[in-house]
C-alpha cells in the first residue's frame, strides 16, 4: 500500500519568504508527527496530531512556525518569513494510533528546505 | 534531562564484516528503545522495537540488545551488505505518552565498503 508521502521533495526559497509543506499520512493512521533534522543532527520533535484532540505543539521553535490538519488526512507545516537556521529537512511521519512511543511511525522522504 | 547518546558518529567497514553499534540514553521513566535505519534521501524506518523486559530481539541480520540496568543498547550488524550504508538511529521513548516523551539519537553513519 501507499506510504506516507511528502511534497515537495525539495524546497529552494529566499530570506523572509513563507513556506508550505505538504504530508499525507498512511490512510486509516490516526496519528500524524512533524520533525525537523538538521544536516548531521538528531530529529527534532515539532508538532503532534491525534485524531480530533487539539495538537501538541509543544516541539515548535517559534512563532513562525504553524501546522494544520485536515480531519485524518493531509497536513501542512507553514514557516512564516524563513530564515536560513530554518534550512534542514522536515519529516512526516504517521501511526495507527496516540502515544507518541507507543505505536510504530512509518516516516515520509522528508522535503529538504533550503533558505537563501 | 533526557539523553540518547550513540557511538561511532561513524564507521566505515568491508562488505562481508559484522559491526556493532553502541546506544546509551538517560530516558526516564523508560518505555521502549526502537533501532531506526534511514537511507540517504529517505525517511527513517523501524528495525526493531524493545520493551524494559526484553533484552535481545532479531530482525534477520540485525541483532538488538538492551542492558535496562545501564541503560544501554546495542545494534550488531552480521555479515553487512552494500545495502547496510545508512544512518542508524536510536529512539528512546519515556513512559509519559507526551511530546517529550521521545529522544533521538544523533545515529551512526555506516558505510559499507566493497
Known amino acids: 500500500g501507499a506510504g506516507v508521502s511528502q511534497s515537495p521533495s525539495n524546497k529552494v526559497t529566499e530570506k523572509g519568504k513563507d513556506v508550505e509543506l505538504r504530508c499525507d499520512p498512511i490512510?486509516?493512521?490516526?496519528?500524524l508527527y512533524w520533525y525537523r533534522q538538521r544536516l548531521g543532527q538528531g530529529l527534532e520533535f515539532l508538532i503532534y496530531?491525534?485524531?480530533?484532540?487539539?495538537?501538541?505543539k509543544s516541539g515548535l521553535p517559534s512563532d513562525r512556525f504553524s501546522a494544520e490538519r485536515t480531519g485524518e488526512s493531509v497536513s501542512t507545516l507553514t514557516i512564516q518569513r524563513t530564515q536560513q537556521e530554518d534550512s534542514a529537512v522536515y519529516l512526516c511521519?504517521?501511526?495507527?494510533?496516540?502515544?507518541?512511543?507507543?505505536?510504530?511511525?512509518?516516516f515520509g522522504p522528508g522535503t529538504r528546505l533550503t533558505v537563501t | 534531562k533526557n539523553q540518547v547518546e550513540q557511538s561511532p558518529q561513524s564507521l566505515i567497514i568491508l562488505e562481508g564484516k559484522n559491526c556493532t553499534l553502541q546506544?546509551?540514553?538517560?530516558?526516564?521513566?523508560?518505555?521502549?528503545l526502537r533501532w531506526y535505519k534511514q537511507d540517504t534521501g529517505r525517511g527513517p524506518v523501524s528495525l526493531t522495537i524493545?520493551?524494559?523486559?526484553?533484552n535481545t530481539k532479531s530482525n534477520g541480520r540485525y541483532t538488538a540488545t538492551l542492558d535496562a540496568d545501564t541503560k544501554q543498547s546495542s545494534l550488531h550488524i552480521t555479515a553487512s551488505q552494500l545495502s547496510d550504508s545508512a544512518s542508524y538511529i536510536c529512539?528512546?521513548?519515556?513512559?509519559?505518552?507526551?511530546?517529550?516523551?521521545?529522544?533521538f539519537g544523533k545515529g551512526t553513519h555506516l558505510i559499507i565498503q566493497p
Open positions: 511521519a504517521s501511526s495507527v494510533g496516540q502515544g507518541l512511543g507507543s505505536y510504530e511511525q512509518y
Open positions: 529512539v528512546v521513548s519515556a513512559n509519559n505518552g507526551g511530546a517529550d516523551g521521545l529522544t
Open positions: 490512510s486509516g493512521h490516526t496519528a
Open positions: 546506544c546509551n540514553y538517560t530516558v526516564s521513566p523508560f518505555s521502549n
Open positions: 524493545m520493551t524494559f523486559s526484553e
Open positions: 496530531f491525534q485524531g480530533n484532540s487539539a495538537p501538541d
